[in-house]
Each structure stands twice: as C-alpha cells, then as structure tokens.
Nanobody, 126 residues
Framework: QVQLVESGGGSVQAGGSLKLSCAASGNTYIVECMGWFRQIPGKEREGVARMHPPSGNIYDRESMKGRFTISRDIGKNTLYLQMNNLKPEDTAMYYC???????????????????WGQGTRVTVSS
C-alpha cells in the first residue's frame, strides 16, 4: 500500500503561483508512475502531468506546458507541482496519484492509478 498526502492548495489571484506537494509513504518502491490530476466541478478528472520518480522522466499534458511543472525530491518521497500564471479556469481540486504501472502505459487513464490522495483545493480569482 502507498499513502499520498497533498498540501499547498489555497486561494490566489489570477497571475499568481502555487506549489503543491504530495508526500508519499508506505511501499513506495512499487510505484512506477506518479502524477497530478485535477477535477473541475461538473467535469471529469483530468491529468496535468506525470513522472517516473526514479528516472525523473516527465510526461506533460501539452495544454499545461509552460505554466505547470512537475518535479520530485526522492529523498523526501515528495512530488511537487509548481503552478505559475494561474487562471480562473485552473480552479479545481488537485489530486496526487500513484500507479504500479509505468507512465508510458498509464497515460491519463485515472483507472490505471492505484493510489490517490485526498486532494487539495486551488481557487483562482479574477
């Protein structure tokens, strides 16, 4: 089992920045892919970025490139999402997820992620 705990959400004005953190614990050695997803009210959960933690290989969602950056600190077992130039349409619940399946197989399929955090809310006002 793997436990994920997100933090760092909050309320910012448009153009602002936030950095989300996801602390992983438990049997983290089984994790092949970690990612950030978000869910806007009334919409399906969508992927933002994902990473193979051991190698640092990143799989960005094209539409998020340039504003959102995923990174990790292996020693702290922590995944990050730096979000810059935030827009009101970025308002959502942001989730950290982990999979035992490699990133090139998980794609953005939420069903392929075995473990999820509780989410952290991001609100961007205009």
């Amino acid at each position: 089992q793997v436990q994920l705990v997100e933090s760092g959400g909050g309320s910012v004005q448009a153009g602002g920045s936030l950095k989300l953190s996801c602390a992983a614990s438990g049997n983290t050695y089984i994790v092949e892919c970690m990612g950030w997803f978000r869910q806007i009210p009334g919409k399906e959960r969508e992927g933002v970025a994902r990473m193979h933690p051991p190698s640092g290989n990143i799989y960005d969602r094209e539409s998020m490139k340039g504003r959102f950056t995923i990174s990790r600190d292996i020693g702290k077992n922590t995944l990050y999402l730096q979000m810059n130039n935030l827009k009101p349409e970025d308002t959502a619940m942001y989730y950290c997820a982990a999979s035992e399946v490699p990133c090139y197989s998980t794609s953005w399929d939420v069903g392929r992620y075995n473990y999820w955090g509780q989410g952290t809310r991001v609100t961007v006002s205009s």
